[in-house]
């Protein structure tokens, strides 16, 4: 195997290992930190978690109970995402190596693009389990606002 190929499946692997250690290590961090569960702010996710949280917030005035199984559902997704995030970051690694190796659509690259469309629907999938869940907690009335609002946001 050639040097540079050797080198970017390497880089590719450390990359993914790195990935799922730090969505590993975020579900152990603790919250008085000042740290957040929450993903990166530049990712479209947040803007919509955004508007989520102020829907349930400003709208919708969950009790104490629901609050609590929102952070629940809040931080299985971000733990979740970010899996499926690493796993992206990790394809798209595997693409650079098959083309760094042969600027063409070979097997290997044709593989990695496969991967990525995998990871972005285990994403997609991940934020319509997550509408789902939040719905789940809620009472019929705030079903009706939450139901109207997320399809809003969607479309």
Request: with cysteine; glycine share 4%.
């Amino acid at each position: 195997m050639k040097p540079l190929v050797t080198r970017s499946l390497l880089t590719a692997a450390i990359a993914f290992c790195c990935g799922l250690l730090g969505a590993s290590l975020a579900s152990h961090m603790p919250q008085g930190l000042g740290l957040s569960s929450r993903p990166n702010p530049d990712y479209r996710l947040v803007q919509f978690r955004e508007r989520v949280d102020r829907m349930l917030s400003e709208e919708i005035h969950l009790s104490a109970q629901q609050k609590r199984q929102v952070e629940l559902i809040d931080h299985n997704y971000t733990l979740d995402y970010n899996l499926a995030l690493a796993d992206l970051h990790a394809s798209n690694s595997e693409l650079a190596a098959a083309l760094a190796n042969d600027m063409s659509l070979n097997d290997d690259a044709k593989a990695a693009i496969g991967e990525i469309q995998v990871n972005v629907g285990q994403m997609q999938t991940s934020t319509v389990n997550y509408i789902v869940d939040l719905r789940k907690v809620l009472t019929r009335e705030q079903q009706k606002i939450f139901d109207g609002r997320i399809i809003a946001d969607i479309m």
